[in-house]
């Protein structure tokens, strides 16, 4: 939802379009599976591991649920306000860098949006602007254009690119990346790691759960983490932003 006042830069955007229902099953069955082999016994786990685990699946739920229903973002000739799942966050005119549309990756499975907008400070650090984005606006493109037109009327003086915050950005979007890719490969050596649990549980081998389906995969990330991030940093991907 937009609105302007006479100044031009008075607008809201919230949630005013429900996801559709069928993209909700596939993260429903997921979840329903994982709390069930949650609460199985198994041979190997420690007795905390149950309850951790359930908790940790409860916060994931509840926070995903703020995210939904609270989020959204305030648009005034003093700057932008964004609320969060729980925290409500501003930046004056004079902090902010840019506002961008970036391709966030998004598509029809994970009912996430594909061109979510950002706001940039001048340190290169981005924040996601709740609800501007191609599933609640019928074009993101033209309303980011016009905001910071209209914010540029009320003395927005960053418009201009920087090298040097440039140069902030394309570091922190490889470091993103690079810890992106890293989620990924904990996620290939955890699936390896359960299937030399079952092949040792088959031929009566001593399994520690734990170790290889927590441990061994938490490791993998962190170490996978730190080399790609600073890999990446020094080989700056290009964003894949919407030029105007």
């Given at each position: 939802?937009?609105?302007?006042?006479?100044?031009?830069?008075?607008?809201?955007?919230?949630?005013?379009?429900?996801?559709?229902?069928?993209?909700?099953?596939?993260?429903?069955?997921?979840?329903?599976?994982?709390?069930?082999?949650?609460?199985?016994?198994?041979?190997?786990?420690?007795?905390?591991?149950?309850?951790?685990?359930?908790?940790?699946?409860?916060?994931?739920?509840?926070?995903?649920?703020?995210?939904?229903?609270?989020?959204?973002?305030?648009?005034?000739?003093?700057?932008?306000?964004?609320?969060?799942?729980?925290?409500?966050?501003?930046?004056?005119?004079?902090?902010?860098?840019?506002?961008?549309?970036?391709?966030?990756?998004?598509?029809?499975?994970?009912?996430?949006?594909?061109?979510?907008?950002?706001?940039?400070?001048?340190?290169?650090?981005?924040?996601r602007i709740p609800h501007l984005d191609e599933?609640?606006?019928?074009?993101?493109?033209?309303?980011?254009?016009?905001?910071?037109?209209?914010?540029?009327?009320?003395?927005?003086?960053?418009?201009?690119?920087?090298?040097?915050?440039?140069?902030?950005?394309?570091?922190?979007?490889?470091?993103?990346?690079?810890?992106?890719?890293?989620?990924?490969?904990?996620?290939?050596?955890?699936?390896?790691?359960?299937?030399?649990?079952?092949?040792?549980?088959?031929?009566?081998?001593?399994?520690?759960?734990?170790?290889?389906?927590?441990?061994?995969?938490?490791?993998?990330?962190?170490?996978?983490?730190?080399?790609?991030?600073?890999?990446?940093?020094?080989?700056?991907?290009?964003?894949?932003?919407?030029?105007?």
């Amino acid at each position: 939802m937009t609105s302007m006042d006479e100044g031009g830069l008075v607008r809201e955007y919230r949630k005013r379009r429900r996801r559709p229902g069928q993209v909700l099953i596939l993260p429903v069955i997921l979840l329903g599976n994982a709390v069930l082999q949650t609460v199985r016994p198994h041979d190997g786990m420690p007795g905390w591991w149950a309850p951790t685990a359930l908790g940790l699946l409860l916060a994931a739920c509840v926070w995903r649920a703020l995210l939904e229903w609270r989020a959204r973002t305030w648009v005034t000739a003093e700057g932008i306000t964004r609320q969060g799942p729980v925290r409500l966050r501003s930046w004056a005119w004079s902090d902010i860098y840019d506002i961008r549309l970036e391709h966030g990756g998004g598509d029809a499975v994970n009912a996430a949006p594909r061109w979510p907008a950002y706001v940039y400070d001048h340190e290169g650090r981005r924040f996601r602007i709740p609800h501007l984005d191609e599933m609640q606006l019928d074009d993101p493109y033209a309303e980011v254009a016009a905001l910071r037109h209209a914010a540029w009327q009320h003395g927005w003086s960053s418009w201009e690119q920087r090298p040097e915050v440039e140069e902030r950005i394309l570091r922190r979007a490889g470091q993103r990346k690079g810890w992106r890719w890293a989620s990924i490969g904990a996620v290939i050596v955890l699936a390896a790691m359960a299937v030399v649990a079952v092949a040792e549980a088959a031929v009566g081998t001593p399994v520690d759960l734990l170790l290889q389906l927590v441990g061994v995969p938490l490791a993998a990330f962190a170490v996978l983490g730190i080399a790609l991030s600073t890999y990446w940093a020094t080989h700056h991907p290009r964003p894949q932003n919407r030029p105007w």
